[in-house]
């Protein structure tokens, strides 16, 4: 069984910043592309930005230059730097993962149960 487990969420004021990190723990036999994403009150969940096992990452237009995404491939753990946040940031953010299992060696796709990050004006 996988469990992906996020933290950092929270409440922060316009400008500021918050990280958040997501740690993948359980029969992991391999982590290929891990993201984050977030679904806003009335909205479809969107991808804000994601990051190759090797490192090559991928921006919303709407985060670019102001979130930054890492991972380190030794802790099975990704995180996302969020700088500058805005109102429009406000949102629950979903840590995801495709990874495959020593039990079932295929790619899936994870989730994590979201964290909660609200920006004040």
């Known amino acids: 069984q996988v469990q992906l487990v996020e933290s950092g969420g929270g409440l922060v004021q316009f400008g500021g910043s918050l990280r958040l990190s997501c740690a993948a723990s359980?029969?992991?036999?391999?982590?290929?592309?891990m993201g984050w994403y977030r679904q806003a009150p009335g909205k479809q969940r969107e991808l804000v930005a994601e990051?190759?096992?090797?490192?090559?990452?991928s921006y919303a237009d709407s985060v670019k230059g102001r979130f930054t995404i890492s991972r380190d491939n030794a802790k099975n753990a990704v995180y996302l730097q969020m700088n500058g946040l805005k109102a429009e940031d406000t949102a629950v953010y979903y840590c995801?993962?495709?990874?495959?299992?020593?039990?079932?060696?295929?790619?899936?796709?994870?989730w994590g149960q979201g964290a909660q990050v609200t920006v004040s004006s």
């Open positions: 359980g029969s992991i036999l391999s982590i290929n592309t």
């Open positions: 990051i190759t096992s090797g490192g090559s990452t």
């Open positions: 995801n993962a495709v990874l495959s299992t020593i039990r079932a060696m295929i790619l899936n796709v994870y």
